[in-house]
């Protein structure tokens, strides 16, 4: 039996889905006679630059052997994806960015895209692939020089070296230019000498380190002649082909952890382990056979940030797979809200659709929204990486811009896809607990991604000072009256959103209908000006109450920057939050077709305002919005996720998943058949004149 076959023949009134999930509610646009989306070309923008090689990546993971295997144990675990990293080599997929003379594509953005699928078969086979290539082997290509390149490079391609990322030490996270290990040059030798002084400055975490890993690509301070040159790179041996410990090399099994294992994380530490000259990864600086160190770069400061931007893939990558991963969960989520039937109407109807109640609505159609911003902002994101690491748009400004941009999107995908797999698992009710429905193993093993590459919250610190540093260059060498001008328009704008005069104007506006008003008052530019505006002040209350550290000793200035460090990491999260709006502008601006652009406008409004509505105190307090516009967010979000409410599956089958991407029982199809098999029982129970008849209908009597 249809799900159309259950609902009165009547249609509704309204063009829309009636708020309160009236069972006459209409589950797509068709039924609703709404325009709809042009699914393939929707899939087409998602899928973004390298769509086709997205496309050749999920057919290579249609095969089971690629697929996690939920509660298998973390040994068969591990043995099970270092078998499926074998199987992506004859694939190709290790190769993509590796230049064409190693037998690569040299295709950095099609490297991204491709890895960042892997999250749809096993996240553990993704992030591990992440380490094997897009760290261990991306820190000898970008960080080493022909003569690294010559030697290793295929060795890593095909997996005959695995290898280890050993940058994090036990006692140093995020801070690199900490780090406790060193690499003293002997100069009688010829040989740097690796070693970890302290239990704190062992490398830990680290993929492939517990049992796979062969070498290791160790990040240590470089010493020679008695001289500290700071962080440098080398690549050390670590285990011989029997898996044993080289000479001075020790670890330890991370063991069990809350996610991801079938990665073998573990730690490693060194004692006094030498390794030849030659192993320096020594791109940006070389220490000569008589131990003089030599670099372009005559900056500690310049040179460490350029040798860390250089591995600034790793950031791109999990904003992207965060983003695909949280793209399932919704998929599941809203295909199960749009099968699963509870309560009637209240009036003796049939048992109602999840997705037509109101606040199933709006817990999840606002989450699709911001996940389609996350997908325009990526695309555009591995654009700017593709640029840079092509050579064809490799300058200090745009990989400084890379970085920035890295550094804002990827704290915002990775916590955006915890909070939403969390949503999505409780929608699912007890069906999201279970195992095979893949909710819940999504979530645990993308909870550490919001650490991993950096902790999310020191990455929007960096974004934070760099909005400083460009609010700063406005007023680099200005005259009088330049200042001038912009103290006047400060105090003009204090003045304004203080003092009542635009909060007047729009009280003004607001009488009369309340959804004429707010839909005119509240479109795209006005979505702009808001999100914009709240970044701008943002960024200027900060560095107006910093201006006075640069008068104080380095402690004081310290203090007065530490008081303020919450207030610029929002600043900067607004500022991530604003790159998404923007960036889901510009992809609905490209759509051609009439009812797909509308759609899309709709959910792209359903995103701002939502942006908007989270931080309505901090707008009201700043006069940014009356408290009648405020409450009318809210109640224009609402009508929104009930006009969007018919095309929520085609939105979801816009992600292109195939049923061996989404391989969760809840979404295949067999809630529907559940449902309609109890309703095709209690019909022929009816029909057959044997139903028993209810307590209530005796007591009525």
């Known amino acids: 039996m249809s799900d159309t076959a259950v609902r009165s023949s009547t249609p509704a009134k309204s063009k829309r889905t009636p708020a309160g999930g009236a069972p006459t509610a209409a589950h797509s646009a068709a039924e609703a006679s709404e325009p709809r989306i042009e699914i393939d070309a929707v899939t087409d923008l998602l899928l973004g630059t390298w769509a086709d090689t997205r496309r050749e990546a999920r057919e290579m993971i249609k095969d089971p052997a690629f697929w996690r295997i939920e509660g298998q144990p973390m040994a068969e675990h591990r043995e099970r994806v270092l078998e499926q990293m074998h199987l992506l080599v004859p694939h190709g997929a290790s190769r993509r960015a590796i230049p064409k003379e190693y037998g690569g594509e040299g295709n950095n953005g099609a490297n991204i895209a491709g890895f960042q699928e892997l999250v749809l078969a096993d996240p553990s086979l993704q992030i591990k692939s992440g380490v094997q290539w897009g760290l261990f082997g991306s820190a000898v290509l970008q960080l080493g020089t022909k003569k690294h390149h010559d030697k290793w490079l295929r060795d890593i391609v095909d997996l005959t070296i695995p290898g280890a990322f050993a940058m994090t030490e036990t006692g140093h996270g995020s801070d690199v230019a900490a780090i406790g290990t060193t690499a003293t040059y002997d100069v009688e030798t010829e040989e740097f000498v690796i070693h970890t002084p302290f239990r704190g400055a062992w490398k830990d975490y680290l993929g492939n380190a517990a049992v796979h890993g062969k070498a290791a690509t160790v990040f240590a301070q ?8 700071g962080v440098h790179c080398f690549f050390v041996p670590i285990r011989d082909d029997e898996g044993s410990f080289m000479p001075g090399v020790g670890g ?21 382990v030498r390794v030849p000259r030659e192993n320096l990864l020594n791109r940006y600086g070389d220490v000569a056979a008589d131990g003089s160190y030599s670099s372009e770069i005559s900056s500690p400061g310049r040179r460490f940030f350029t040798m860390l931007g250089a591995l600034v893939q790793g950031r791109v990558s999990l904003d992207g797979a965060a983003t695909t991963g949280t793209a399932l969960s919704l998929y599941i989520a809203l295909t199960y809200a749009n099968q699963r039937r509870q309560f009637d109407s209240g009036s003796g109807t049939d048992e109602i659709v999840l997705l037509d109640y109101g606040k199933h609505q709006r817990r999840l159609l606002p989450l699709l929204a911001q996940n389609y911003a996350q997908f325009f902002a990526n695309d555009e994101l ?12 490799d300058t200090p ?46 979530r645990q093993d993308l909870d550490v991604y919001v650490t991993f590459e950096g902790d999310n ?11 400083l540093s460009d609010f700063a260059k406005q007023f680099k060498g200005a005259d009088a009256a330049k200042l001038a001008k912009y103290a006047v328009g400060q105090t003009a704008g204090k003045v304004f959103h203080g003092a009542g005069l635009r909060q007047f104007g729009q009280s003004v506006a607001d009488f009369g209908s309340t959804a004429r008003s707010v839909e005119f008052g509240l479109r795209a530019e006005q979505q702009h000006e808001l999100l914009a505006g709240r970044v701008e002040q943002m960024v200027s209350d900060v560095a107006s109450a910093l201006r006075p550290a640069s008068k104080l000793s380095s402690k004081e200035a310290a203090e007065v920057f530490n008081s303020r460090q919450a207030e610029l990491i929002e600043a900067a999260r607004a500022h991530g939050e604003l790159l998404q709006w923007e960036a889901f502008s510009d992809g609905v601006a490209s759509v051609e077709d009439e009812g797909t652009a509308q759609v899309l406008t709709w959910l792209r409004d359903l995103f701002g305002l939502y942006l908007i509505e989270k931080h309505l105190a901090w707008y009201m307090i700043n006069g940014r919005l009356s408290t009648q516009r405020a409450a009318s967010v809210t109640r ?4 929104l996720c009930t006009r969007l409410r018919p095309h929520a599956q085609d939105l979801v089958d816009a992600y292109g998943f195939a049923p061996e991407h989404v ?3 809840i979404a295949s199809g067999a809630e529907r058949a559940r449902q309609d098999e109890a309703r095709e029982h209690y019909r022929a129970l009816a029909a057959s004149g044997e139903a028993p008849v209810s307590e209530k209908s005796l007591k009525k009597k």
Do not use: M
């Open 222 to 229: 470089l010493i020679t002649g008695g001289v500290n040159y």
């Open 252 to 272: 330890e099994d991370d063991g069990v952890k809350g996610g991801l294992n079938g990665i073998d994380n573990g730690r490693l530490h060194f004692d006094q």
């Open 382 to 393: 591995l654009q700017k990486f593709d640029g840079v690491f092509s050579g064809r748009n």
């Open 397 to 442: 400004e745009e990989r400084e811009d890379l970085e920035t941009l890295a550094a804002a999107l990827k704290p915002l995908s990775t916590w955006n896809a915890l909070d939403t797999i969390q949503e999505a698992r409780e929608a699912c009710g007890g069906s999201g607990f279970l195992g095979e429905n893949r909710l819940v193993g999504l």
């Open 457 to 467: 919250n020191v990455l929007l610190q960096l974004v934070g000072k760099r909005l």
């Open 636 to 639: 224009y979000i609402d009508r």
């Open 663 to 665: 391989r969760a029982p």
